[in-house]
């Protein structure tokens, strides 16, 4: 009975690798917000290795993300992170909601809010220090 229980679980994942969700890597900065703001290179460096991978086009995948269904639950978690704010589209939102969300970013890093942890957790380097933390702020 184990055996069988076993044997079905394992052919519902080798099934569910059949179905992966598009990958977030279009790269299009076309209306990126260094397009309307300077960014200096230490602040590019920080959203790049703390906000980017659910922030941006541009997703650098771990090697877990080609397992389902992790695989779906990261896409949910980037679809969600980019609904809240995309730094490759920051020039196609209206100016209110442009203010709005570096008012948001501010008050999220500074409150420690993010990175998420869940994401710190995995991607220890993505943790702010308290002056990458100040340097974002100052921004």
């Known amino acids: ?17 059949a179905f992966r969700p598009e990958k977030n890597i279009t790269g299009n900065k076309e209306n990126d917000i260094s397009s309307l703001y300077p960014v200096p290179e230490n602040v590019e460096q920080i959203l790049v290795k703390a906000c980017n991978d659910c922030h941006s086009n541009s997703t650098v ?7 389902q269904p992790i695989a779906w639950w990261l896409d949910d978690h980037v679809k969600d992170g980019k609904k809240h704010l995309n730094f ?6 209206r100016l ?18 993010m990175p998420l942890e869940s994401y710190t957790v995995v991607h220890r380097d993505a943790k702010l220090t308290d002056e ?8």
Do not use: C
């Not at 008012?103 to 500074?110: M, N, S, Y």
């Open 96 to 113: 209110a909601k442009q203010y709005h969300k570096l008012e948001e970013v501010f008050d999220e890093v500074k409150g420690g809010e």
């Open 61 to 67: 995948y771990p090697w877990y993300a080609e397992v």
């Open 1 to 17: 009975m184990f055996k069988k229980l076993l044997l079905t679980l394992l052919v519902i994942l080798l099934v569910l690798q």
């Open 132 to 139: 990458e933390r100040t340097i974002l702020m100052d921004w």
């Open 88 to 93: 490759n589209e920051f020039a196609s939102y």
